[in-house]
Nanobody
Framework: QVQLVESGGGLVQAGGSLRLSCAAS????????IGWFRQAPGKERQGISC????????YYADSVKGRFTISRDNAKNTVYLQMNSLKPEDTAVYYC????????????????WGQGTQVTVSS
């Protein structure tokens, strides 16, 4: 069974940092583009970052550009999202997902999803 598990979320003060991990089983992430999405209560889920299968191409939403960094270690079958300079508006459940296409803003392109990890940023 394909499974993605996000970890690394928690409560952090504004201006702080967190590193999220997306660990996979039942699938080799080297063959997939990986996207990070987030969803706050009452809001639509939005794509915030994506990395190509080789790691050669990346995408960042304007809301996180310059603060978040996506990376991958295919040998460990894991993708990371380093989040710096966190703001209260970053509070959300963060999800990772796989896609055969490099389409970070198109949720329909993503087939496997993790369960999400909560990130809460306080003032």
């Amino acid at each position: 069974q394909v499974q993605l598990v996000e970890s690394g979320g928690g409560l952090v003060q504004a201006g702080g940092s967190l590193r999220l991990s997306c660990a996979a089983s039942g699938v080799r992430l080297r063959y997939y583009n990986i996207g990070w999405f987030r969803q706050a209560p009452g809001k639509e889920r939005q794509g915030i970052s994506c990395i190509s299968s080789s790691g050669g191409s990346t995408y960042y939403a304007d809301s996180v550009k310059g603060r978040f960094t996506i990376s991958r270690d295919n040998a460990k079958n894991t993708v990371y999202l380093q989040m710096n300079s966190l703001k209260p508006e970053d509070t959300a459940v963060y999800y990772c997902a796989t896609s055969r296409f490099f389409s970070p803003t198109d949720e329909s392109a993503f087939d496997y999803w993790g369960q999400g990890t909560q990130v809460t940023v306080s003032s």
